[in-house]
Every structure is written in structure tokens, then in C-alpha cells.
């Protein structure tokens, strides 16, 4: 018998009577008033920064006058001029010098104040987590209250690849003293546009 | 056999000689504990997702049989390629094949307890691979040759100026530089190299979903993410026990694990790997390691509901103050005491003895493990088959007997109260083992019963 074999068969002689699933959609989740203020409030607490925007190009003089070389800033969105478009083809090794990246999530969640993107939105996967700076563009109505409605979303859908992204990455191994920017980017700004 | 059970009091004690630092230890992780109080009250349905979350996992640990055969033809199915390891020199072989199979001898690896666990590090330095750690405390134990205390704060028996000595010597700091800040930075720049120049990542997994054959994975730092987006092959390895049915169930868990492991709403990053990128080959090895006997113990098998946020570590009064590395063995504080002596009874016999019973555990866990009641019934188990530490054999033998005589009690507690008076130096001494780094209380007057006598009126 191989391991496999060896390991399910151990499983079944050795698991318990069957206990039902409970049924979590009958639980009463969190509802916020205001979730994109709730969502601000949160981001803002664990080291991330939300601007509001009312158009596009707004993205492109917040990161000109908040982030330094600008030769290597990319983005996956077509319609933000101004900013080079992420070569899809590149190999992601070559992402280590990247300053800015600016790329588009599904939805925010304001329970938490993370951001989902998949592979659709990012392009390359290393994206979001090797760049120096993050930002992330949202609709004012792209928010869920929580992670159970979150997950209503995603649904049964194949991603391939999926993150929820809360704050920049962030380390408080030394003494518990927070640090930004541990192996992935040292900042995040979450643009909301007023549609 | 007395010096494997003596285990715990030995290393605790060894702890506990530096008392400024074991009070740091102490009230660091008990604020932790605070940050988790504060994290859970702000979500009014905490303690109905605590019990949801249990019962998706008593359902897991009933339907394990068909959530691993869902979840591997899933995983198959999306291109990931499912191994199976019986125990962890097994699982340490599968990896080893894989590096060679891809001639490598370099690795990255983020946080995994189970590699740790199987002695995944030993058994690849002696075969020459080099193995670098990409969390920050995981990186640092490792540099000083020491492993993690703490499954989620690997290095929190530690202070800023041994970390400063520590990166002088290894990664050429200035000496006397103990600011996180900085000291974080030049580990950034230390490991950005060793992602961008390792080919194989391992990672650890977090949960598996039966429904989607995809596996998340939850980081603060992005170690996990660096590594396995820039490898040509990611390697995660996962305990059998992590699978949760479906993707919904994510809901429940996620809301649950960084609050109750550091009160933070949401790790930074919760990743969900379900095919691999393109050009790149995913493993993933389901591993067994005495997790199917424990699933066969009915008094202990929920311990493998356990999702490793740590909050019994923090809230735990004897993990705080004797130190992760007193618990010898991969997992530490009240988990870990009722995980591993169901790898090995014997070696890890003293483990659940190492608690008050005092159930702090069981009302921080977030799946509701009742980790007091297995501690306890570990003691029973243990002393039946004769492994439990003589000196407490011996002690309660003698505390029966008094209990079961009420002149005897009565006259014990009377010499006891005067002996405390008068001649205290009689318990505050090296040989009673409750005066090590303890200091005896005040005798009271009088006796419970003899209050009870005058007052009772």
C-alpha cells in the first residue's frame, strides 16, 4: 500500500460519526452605515491611505507628486495616461526595480480595509508584492461590509491566483516594533473614484 | 526516564533566571492577548463565527475521507501536483526528490510549522541544500542557529540589541544598530536577493479547500508571495488536517485567525493559489505525521481543528513566562502540549503538565478546542503508562492521603500556617520547588474551617 492508500484509508477507519456543515448564512453579519468610511478608517489604522478622486487622471499627479523615480512607475490600467502600461510578457524579475505600481481591484472590504485582485488585474503575480508602492483603484460603490459577503462575490469562480491586500507588508518581528515595508511595498494608496 | 520528564520545569527554569527579561516576555505577549480582546469585540457576531468556525471543523474532521479525495482531484485537475507523506521523513524525501529532479541546491521558504515539525531544515542541510527563511523572525532564529519559540512571533524571545549584534555579524550592519527600522531594511535587502536568485519556494498552507482544489496562504510581511511568484517551482506543504470544504468557509476563518493571532483585522496578505502561473510547476504535499492516530483518539482529536493563531500561547500564564524553546518541541504552548505527545508520549510527557488548567486556552481558541480538558486528560493517560514526573507522583500521593483524613488536614494545615510564621526559611529555600522564582505568600491567620466556625453564625 502507498502513502496515499496508506493515509486514506487510516482517515476513514479513524474519523468520527458525520457531523452536519452548520449553516453560516443564517448568522447575522456586521453591516456598516458608511462602508467606505469604515473601510478608510481601518486601512488608515493598519499603515494604508485612501484618496478620493473624481476622475482618473487625478492617479497620475497624486503619484508624480508623492513617489520619486518616475521612469519606473507601471500600471495595468489602458486609460491612465501618463503612467508606462505593465508589459504583460515581461519576466517578473525584472518588476525589482519598480517604484510605483498601479493596478485596478474587484472590491473592497470594509471590515478589514483589504482590496481582492487576481490575475486579471495584476498581470504578472509578483506585481503587488514587489513593487515599492502600491495603489489600487476603486469605484465608490466597489465595497462589501464584509468577509462572508466578500466571498459572495468571488463566488465559485476560477481566479487562478487571488489575494486579499490590507496595508502595505509590514513586519513586527523585531520587539514588536511596527515596521512598513517588510519584503513587499512600503506604502498602499487606495484611489476612490466617485462614479 | 526522570530526566525526559523533567523536561519543562528544567528548560523553564533556565528561562527564568534573566526575571527582567521573562517580564518583558510576559507582558509583550499578554498585550498581545489585550490586541486580540479589542480586535474581537469590535465584531459583535465574534462568538458565533467561533462557534461556526468549530462545527465547519468537526464536520472536516467527520468527512476528512472525502474532503482529501475532492480536494486532491481538484488540486490535479487545476495543474498542481499532490503528494502524500506518511510522516515526516517522508514528506522531507518528496522535497528532496523535487530539488533534484530541478538540480537545485538553493531554496527559499516561508513560514510553515509543519516543515518544522517533519525537520524539514536539518534534513536538507545534511544532504547540502541551503535553506534561507524569508520571515523576519524566522530568518533571524535561523542565523542564530536556534528555531522559532513562537508559531507566529518566531523570534519573541528575543531583544533589539542581540538582533543588532546578530545582523553585525551576519549581514554587516554597524555594530550597535538596534533600530527595527533599520534592522528590518537591511533584512529587505538581504532577502530581495535570495527571491530573486532562488528557483524552488516553499511555502507553508494555511487552509486547503476541498471544493476549489486551491490553498490560501496568510502573511504580514509578503515573504510567501515573493517566494513563490518568482520561483520556477513552489513547493507547499500542508498538514492533512488544514482542508476546509468550501471557498465560502474562507468567510468564517479569515475573520477569525489575525484577530485572534496578533488583533489585527486581516493579515496583509491572504493568497489563494489555485493554478499555477503560467510556466511554472506547483507542488503540494499532504502530510500525515501521527495525524490520522490522533483523528482515531476521541479524547483528543480536536486538537486537529487547530488553526495556529497562537492565541493560547499568548493568553497562556506558564507559556508566557517560561519561553517557547521550554516546550521543546516544533509547536509550543497549550497546543503543542496536546499535539506532541501524540507523536511521541514518552519524550513529550512532561508537556501537559506544563499548564495551570486554568482554561484561559480554551476561551481565547478560535475554533473552540477545549485544550485544558485534553491537557488534563493527557495527565491521566500519561500517568497511567507510567511516564509522568516522579517528584508530582510522589506529591500527590502524599496530598491524597492528607485530603482523605480530616484530623490529618486539619493538623497539617495548622503546621503548615505555623511553619510559614515562624520558620519560614523551612519552605523559602532551593528544595521546595514552588519557591523557585515564586515568593511564598503571607500565612493566614486561620483555616478555612475555623473562619467558617466562628462566622457561621
Not at chain 2, 86 to 97: F, M
Request: with cysteine; net charge neutral.
Amino acid at each position: 500500500m502507498n502513502s496515499r492508500e496508506k493515509i486514506l484509508t487510516a482517515v476513514k477507519m479513524n474519523q468520527p460519526a458525520m457531523q452536519q456543515l452548520p449553516d453560516e448564512e443564517a448568522i447575522a453579519v456586521i453591516q456598516y452605515e458608511d462602508k467606505l468610511a469604515q473601510f478608510t478608517t481601518v486601512l488608515k489604522t493598519i499603515g494604508g491611505n485612501v484618496v478620493p478622486i473624481n476622475c482618473i487622471d487625478e492617479i497620475v499627479d497624486f503619484v508624480k507628486n508623492n513617489f520619486s523615480d518616475s521612469q519606473n512607475y507601471v500600471t495595468t490600467l489602458s486609460e491612465l495616461d501618463g503612467i508606462a502600461m505593465l508589459d504583460e510578457k515581461l519576466d517578473a524579475h525584472f518588476l525589482e526595480n519598480i517604484e510605483v505600481a498601479v493596478v485596478k481591484a474587484l472590491f473592497g472590504v470594509a471590515e478589514n480595509g483589504s482590496v481582492w485582485l487576481t490575475d486579471a488585474e495584476v498581470k504578472i503575480r509578483a506585481l503587488p508584492f514587489i513593487c515599492q508602492h502600491l495603489a489600487v483603484v476603486l469605484q465608490k460603490n466597489d465595497f462589501v461590509n464584509n468577509m462572508q459577503e466578500a466571498y459572495k462575490i468571488t463566488g465559485k469562480s476560477d481566479y487562478n491566483f487571488g489575494v486579499f491586500i490590507a496595508g502595505p507588508s509590514k513586519t513586527a518581528d523585531i520587539e514588536q516594533s511596527l515596521v512598513l515595508g517588510a519584503h513587499g511595498p512600503k506604502t498602499m494608496t487606495v484611489f476612490v473614484l466617485d462614479n | 526516564m526522570s530526566s525526559i520528564n523533567a523536561k519543562h520545569p528544567e528548560l523553564a527554569e533556565a528561562f527564568n533566571k534573566d526575571e527582567a527579561r521573562v517580564d518583558w516576555h510576559d507582558e509583550t505577549l499578554w498585550w498581545i492577548r489585550q490586541k486580540r480582546d479589542k480586535a474581537a469585540w469590535t465584531i459583535p457576531e465574534w462568538e458565533v463565527l467561533r462557534e461556526t468556525a468549530s462545527a465547519i471543523k468537526n464536520n472536516v474532521l467527520s468527512n476528512m475521507h472525502e474532503y482529501l479525495v475532492e480536494f486532491e482531484a481538484k488540486a490535479r485537475a487545476n495543474g498542481i501536483i499532490v503528494h502524500w507523506a506518511a510522516d515526516g521523513k517522508e514528506h522531507n524525501e518528496i522535497i528532496h526528490a523535487i530539488l533534484q529532479e530541478n538540480k537545485v541546491s538553493q531554496i527559499v521558504k516561508s513560514k510553515s510549522m509543519l516543515t518544522e515539525e517533519c525537520g524539514l531544515n536539518e534534513y536538507l542541510a545534511k544532504n547540502e541544500i541551503d535553506v534561507v527563511d524569508t520571515d523576519l523572525g524566522e530568518r533571524i532564529v535561523q542565523l542564530a542557529n536556534e528555531h522559532p519559540s513562537h508559531i507566529v512571533l518566531p523570534c519573541i524571545h528575543w531583544k533589539k540589541e542581540e538582533i543588532g549584534e546578530l545582523f553585525h555579524q551576519h549581514l554587516n550592519t554597524p555594530k550597535g544598530n538596534a533600530d527595527p527600522q533599520f534592522l528590518t531594511n537591511a533584512a529587505r535587502i538581504h532577502l530581495r536577493e535570495k527571491f530573486l536568485t532562488r528557483r524552488i519556494a516553499i511555502t507553508g498552507v494555511n487552509f486547503a479547500v476541498a471544493e476549489t482544489g486551491e490553498f490560501v496562504v496568510c502573511t504580514n510581511e509578503g515573504n510567501a508571495d515573493m517566494g513563490a511568484h518568482l520561483a520556477d517551482v513552489h513547493i507547499a506543504c500542508m498538514g492533512i488536517e488544514k482542508i476546509i470544504p468550501q471557498r465560502k468557509h474562507l468567510g468564517i476563518f479569515l475573520r477569525l485567525l489575525a484577530r485572534s493571532a496578533t488583533g489585527q483585522p486581516i493579515t496583509t496578505y491572504s493568497s489563494h493559489f489555485q493554478k499555477p502561473n503560467a510556466g511554472q510547476v506547483m507542488h503540494i504535499v499532504l502530510v500525515d505525521n501521527g495525524r490520522t492516530v490522533q483523528l482515531g483518539r476521541e479524547d483528543f482529536r480536536n486538537s486537529l481543528k487547530c488553526i495556529r493563531c497562537a492565541a493560547c500561547f499568548n493568553t497562556c500564564p506558564v507559556y508566557r513566562r517560561s519561553g517557547g524553546h521550554s516546550y521543546h518541541t516544533a509547536i509550543a504552548g497549550p497546543i503543542g502540549a496536546i499535539l506532541a505527545p501524540n507523536l511521541d508520549m514518552k519524550k513529550y510527557a512532561d508537556l501537559p503538565f506544563a499548564s495551570t488548567l486554568c482554561g484561559s486556552c480554551s476561551n481565547v481558541c478560535p475554533v473552540k478546542i477545549d485544550i485544558h480538558n485534553q491537557l488534563y486528560k493527557w495527565r491521566q493517560e500519561i500517568t497511567e503508562e507510567g511516564y509522568s514526573p516522579k517528584t508530582k507522583t510522589v506529591a500527590m500521593k502524599v496530598m491524597a492521603a492528607i485530603l482523605s483524613k480530616p484530623a490529618v488536614f486539619n493538623f497539617a494545615g495548622k503546621a503548615g500556617r505555623w511553619v510559614m510564621k515562624y520558620l519560614p526559611f523551612v519552605v523559602n529555600n532551593k528544595l521546595n520547588p514552588w519557591y523557585k522564582q515564586r515568593d511564598m505568600p503571607a500565612p493566614p491567620k486561620q483555616s478555612f474551617t475555623e473562619w467558617y466556625k466562628k462566622n457561621r453564625k
